[in-house]
């Protein structure tokens, strides 16, 4: 049973990601940007990295801290070690996902455990409310075996990072972000329906295709997203309806706006600058896990 969706939402603007490089020189595509934070409350930052070239790679992400929010990393080709101070670690590979709570703080590496190849994915920032910033950090790995899919009408399968789609729960459900965090694969050549999924209105969405052209088909309108393109929806209707090329895999991404103060300061994201400027001295205090 796939939800029934009678307004669908349009799409609201194109955004094509920016090159930058992070970390000790890793090469990637930022698609949300500082600027659309704001927009796309809860999240805070989307990067997409893709490359068979091991120099835009190999240097990986040494030793960082992180302080008020939460990683999602998404692995579509390679592997990827994290250790972090809380003594975790573990190997990100193919399809796993691997979440993290950063919450009061903590320091972590993420390396990649390959020399040559490709390696693909994503990582997502989700913001934690303001009385969440302080938890206690948390981590999980989650193999791409462990991560449950939802199969639907017109050879669609739905890998369920988060949230729910149809009758399938994901890996991670969270309470006031309500995180929607989905990988539709359309598999029918020519015989490729139609994805609906019902969203609350006032949930801030974004898709995002890493294969193929999808299409937005919204209630009034049809306009597509071409591969590598945010396509940012707008805040209307009942839900999304998605259309992709044969082939296509899209990102689906959405969750309820917290509405509060973003204060950012690389990688610790507080709701003041006194806060930010706690987080730093505490970071500099060794105070971090
Ligand atoms: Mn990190």
Sequence with gaps: MTSSVTQARRLERLVRGQDTSDGAGVKLKRVLTHDLQQRLDPFLMLDAFGSDTPGDYIAGFPDHPHRGFETVTYMIAGRMRHRDSGGHEGLLEN??????????GLVHSEMPEQEEGVMEGFQLWLN????????????????????????LPGHI??????GRCADVAGAITREQTEPLYLDVHFDGGDDTGLFSHALPGHHNALVYPYRGTLAVCGATDTQSV??????????????LSLRGTSGARAIVIAGQPLREPIAQYGPFVMNTREELMQAVE???AGKFV
């Excluded at 399809?95 to 009061?104: C, E, F, H, N």
């Excluded at 303001?130 to 939802?150: F, G, N, T, V």
């Design 226 to 239: 071409p591969q590598g393109h945010m396509g940012v929806l707008r805040n209307e209707g009942d839900g």
């Design 282 to 284: 505490d970071f500099r």
């Design 128 to 151: 934690l409310p303001s009385q969440r910033k302080l938890c206690d950090p948390w981590y999980r790995d989650i193999p791409s075996s462990e991560i449950p899919e939802a199969h």
């Design 157 to 162: 399968r739905v890998r369920v990072i988060a």
């Design 95 to 104: 399809g796993g996902v691997q979440w993290m709570t950063a919450g009061r």
